[in-house]
């Protein structure tokens, strides 16, 4: 009986000792399988992922492949990660390149589904599905596949576009209004020509603010997003530039009458200005539009000519009553009509630097012809005169910004206006040392770069002459409000303390006379 207890010991001894070794080796597996797990899930896809992303582009792809999609890219991040730290692990280099492969594929399918999608852009009433502005969203990564997904779309839209224009221009509006063929106007072709244009200016900003909605989401691109629009814009532009040039060039061609004709490239240059704000300065449309507006006017000016000719041919001398001939009266009504037609070349000078630039550069080209002979010298007097009153306004204009900008003009006003009765300028709102500390320390600052608070407008001034000119007596103006502001600065009953940045009278009008020598 005891042996057999003692037996029975030593086979229980025996078992817990197996079970424990067995329970060790369970933990270690339930480790490595954890371990496994989370290795899996970190460095590899799941069979689901993997079934999203073998989708077939050409036959569209679905929200899964997107999930799957991101994961593969948060997959790839956490092996390079991984790499970096253990460099020789194999097993994680051999990961990393079938992570690699299956991304590049991931985005040839993701290109090919966009590449699908365009296809079906070529419709009038365009409604995105969010899974192409999604694609664009996640294509913007690889900018090569980004932009050829761009040229085709910019190809479906073009092929859409050009035969919209040849539909509207032969048979109408098919979209339930009664507009009529826009061909049935080209016996009009001010109406005819602008009909077309309107209709392409509209069209262009539709395709804008569907293309805006297209890239909504394109942020990592931000800083080349809107040149690729832009890009974008002018390639589908260019469908209308054939059909629109044959059509514009006939109108033109066959029109004897010079007041269409200037009609006509006055509505050509609008619509350059207007096509300039939508498109690239290279755009195809906008140099068509560009060369339509120097044929027209080639031709009005060449019409003007020979009905200038005509009129001529047929002239008289004058009655005894020293009346207007009628060729005189043929020649008038034709200027009338021209300048009676609205001019959308004319630049609206509503600044009024812009206004007395102009003029100053007109009176000098007309002074510099009429100072070379002798009779003109009361004419020459008068322009003398406009000049210097367009000066004064430059020069008052200058000098205001100059003191506004270093926070001058305010205290050159106070200075003024500041009576001994009034007590101590230091007192007064505005006035205090340190505001006036603060104020000579920004003048300084524009002693030492006069040119930076020019007026833009300084710089379209023709004439040398007149720019020192302007520049001298701006110098003068500020240099009297300067004086002002100094006497009362240092008149100790003012109450200001020492201003060690202040610089003397004599200080600032010489860096200012150095100045005007080094622009003259």
């Not at 490595?32 to 069979?47: H, I, M, P, R, V």
Request: aromatic share 8%; proline share 2%.
């Amino acid at each position: 009986m005891t042996n057999r207890i003692q037996m029975n010991k030593e086979k229980t001894q025996e078992l817990l000792k197996k079970t424990a070794i067995l329970q060790n080796e369970k933990k270690e597996l339930v480790m490595k399988q954890t371990y496994l797990s989370d290795f899996f899930a970190k460095y590899l896809l799941t069979e689901e992922e993997e079934k999203a992303l073998s989708l077939d582009g050409k036959n569209g792809i679905n929200d899964s492949f997107f999930k799957a999609f991101n994961r593969l890219i948060e997959v790839n991040s956490n092996v390079t990660e991984r790499i970096a730290i253990e460099p020789e692990n194999f097993a994680l280099t051999e990961i990393s390149q079938l992570l690699s492969d299956k991304l590049e594929a991931s985005y040839n399918t993701l290109y090919l589904s966009i590449q699908n999608e365009c296809r079906l852009l070529n419709v009038e009433f365009l409604d995105l599905k969010p899974i192409l502005i999604q694609s664009f969203e996640t294509i913007q990564i690889k900018p090569e596949l980004f932009l050829k997904a761009l040229e085709d779309y910019s190809y479906a839209r073009k092929s859409f576009l050009v035969r919209a224009f040849i539909e509207i221009l032969t048979k109408g509006n098919k979209s339930g209004t009664s507009q009529k063929p826009i061909e049935q106007l080209s016996t009009d072709p001010i109406r005819y020509v602008n009909e077309m244009f309107s209709w392409i200016q509209s069209s262009i900003l539709n395709e804008k603010e569907i293309l805006e909605n297209l890239l909504r989401g394109c942020h990592k691109m931000a800083e080349t997003i809107t040149e690729q629009t832009l890009s974008v814009l002018s390639s589908i532009s260019e469908a209308f530039c054939q059909p629109l040039r044959l059509r514009v060039e006939q109108c033109i061609t066959r029109e004897g009458n010079c007041i269409v004709l200037y009609r006509l490239s006055n509505l050509l240059l609008y619509f350059v200005d207007t096509f300039n704000e939508l498109l690239p300065s290279t755009s195809h449309l906008l140099m068509c539009c560009r060369d339509l507006h120097e044929l027209c006017s080639n031709m009005f000016f060449s019409s003007v000519s020979s009905a200038t000719q005509r009129i001529l041919a047929n002239a008289r001398v004058p009655d005894y009553d020293l009346l207007p001939v009628n060729s005189v009266n043929q020649t008038l009504l034709l200027l009338r009509d021209i300048l009676e037609s609205p001019n959308y070349g004319t630049f609206n000078l509503d600044d009024f630097l812009d206004v007395s630039v102009y003029m100053l550069n007109c009176l000098n080209s007309i002074r510099s012809i009429l100072i070379l002979y002798q009779y003109t010298d009361k004419k020459l007097e008068m322009i003398k005169a406009q000049i210097e009153a367009n000066e004064d306004v430059l020069v008052s204009e200058q000098a205001s910004q100059v003191l506004d900008k270093t926070d001058m003009l305010d205290l050159y006003t106070k200075a003024m206006a500041h009576e001994i009765n009034q007590g101590q300028l230091s007192k007064i709102v505005g006035m205090e040392p340190e505001r006036v500390k603060d104020s000579i320390t920004q003048f300084n600052q524009f002693l030492l770069n006069t040119d930076s608070y020019n007026c833009n407008q300084l710089a379209k001034i023709s004439s040398t002459r007149i720019l020192n000119s302007i520049q001298k007596r701006t110098n003068e103006h500020i240099l009297a409000a300067y004086k002002i502001i100094y006497s009362k600065i240092c008149d100790p009953s003012n109450g200001y303390p020492v201003i060690e940045q202040i610089k003397t009278i004599e200080e600032v009008e010489s860096i200012l006379c150095k100045n005007e020598g080094s622009k003259a």
